[in-house]
């Protein structure tokens, strides 16, 4: 079961859009918020793509007004794109930002000034978390 509405971003919105406007619509994923689980981790996953269920969950503590829509569309194209371009073994390692991802990844229209916003928000971002 997936839940796209949140108080402030319907995920299943901004998928259907970045799929029109990027993927020619060719993208079939499943998408919902994922459970608010405080791991005591000093960072936050606020997207994760599993393969195996084709589903992209992203963090319900970004569900928030002062979270900025083109932050949220970041991180739904930065999923969309695993499922795009998929990962490679290297060294025995799996890799999935691959320079061919890092080069889609900076297709997005507000690649920049979402990566701008995180940097100047992660410590609050993280507090609201913890």
Same mark, same amino acid.
């Given at each position: 079961?997936?839940?796209?509405? #949140? ?39 606020? #997207? ?81 978390? #913890?």
């Amino acid at each position: 079961m997936t839940n796209i509405n #949140g108080r402030f971003f319907n995920l299943k919105d901004i998928f259907d859009r970045l799929n029109t406007e990027y993927f020619n619509k060719t993208i079939s994923a499943k998408i919902t918020w994922g459970r608010n689980v405080r791991n005591g981790r000093r960072y936050i996953r606020f #997207g994760s793509y599993t393969e195996k269920d084709n589903i992209i969950r992203i963090h319900p503590s970004l569900d928030r007004e002062d979270i900025p829509s083109y932050f949220i569309e970041s991180i739904v194209y930065h999923e969309m794109l695993h499922k795009v371009v998929g990962g490679s073994i290297v060294n025995g390692r799996r890799r999935v930002h691959t320079p061919e991802f890092k080069r889609m990844e900076k297709i997005f229209k507000y690649y920049g000034v979402a990566r701008e916003w995180e940097k100047s928000n992660i410590r609050k971002l993280l507090k609201n978390y #913890g």
